[in-house]
């Protein structure tokens, strides 16, 4: 049988361990722990599941800061037990997230590895350029075609073979790669990056 270890929660189970024994000295670490715990799901909080975990340590958080402004046994109990159900959501959104194959293969659920398409990024990059911008598909959304009403140069939108999303310049075939994006920035940051691009590609024309 295969073990997932979600990332970070052994070190976050741990402090817990200490926070249980000496919770005045180790609730800055445990806190410090749960908060990398809640950036990594919040980055992938597209996913339902991921996104009420991130909501679950946050809680966590807060429980455990109070407690030591309180300096009350029963309020660190109370933390401790909402930590432990916030590591154990966690482990299971990653477990969820990350499902995999009888054989051990890696087997998402669909939708959940790649929430939106280049055609999603290249429309909402037309919403951003403002009126009189449109994007038009490619087939199976897999690249996507932005142009203006009153231009007669276009910008295509697609991923190398080698995995870069990049922007080529037409009809001149110009691409530019747009280098350091990736599908866990999410659609509205790509988008926002895309547009960037286009208008610093527009003012070299």
Not at 166 to 190: F, K, Q
Request: charged share 20%.
């Amino acid at each position: 049988m295969r073990i997932t270890i979600a990332p970070h929660t052994v070190e976050a189970r741990t402090a817990l361990g200490g926070y249980s024994a000496f919770p005045v000295r180790v609730a800055p670490l445990l806190a410090m722990r749960l908060t990398v715990m809640r950036e990594y799901a919040a980055t992938r909080n597209h996913i339902a599941v991921w996104a009420d975990t991130a909501k679950q340590v946050h809680e966590a958080i807060t429980a455990v800061c109070f407690a030591q402004v309180a300096r009350r046994r029963k309020l660190r109990r109370i933390a401790g037990h909402v930590t432990l159900n916030a590591i154990v959501a966690y482990e299971e959104a990653y477990a969820v997230s990350l499902s995999r194959s009888a054989a051990g293969h890696y087997h998402p659920e669909p939708g959940t590895e790649y929430p939106f398409a280049v055609s999603d990024i290249g429309r909402a990059a037309a919403d951003l350029l403002g009126n009189g911008w449109f994007a038009d598909s490619g087939s199976w959304g897999v690249r996507t075609y932005l142009q203006t009403d009153d231009e007669r140069d276009w910008y295509t939108l697609a991923v190398t073979e080698s995995g870069v999303l990049h922007i080529e310049t037409l009809p001149e075939a110009h691409r530019t790669d747009l280098v350091g994006v990736w599908p866990s920035d999410g659609l509205a940051d790509i988008a926002a990056r895309v547009a960037d691009t286009i208008r610093e590609l527009r003012k070299g024309d």
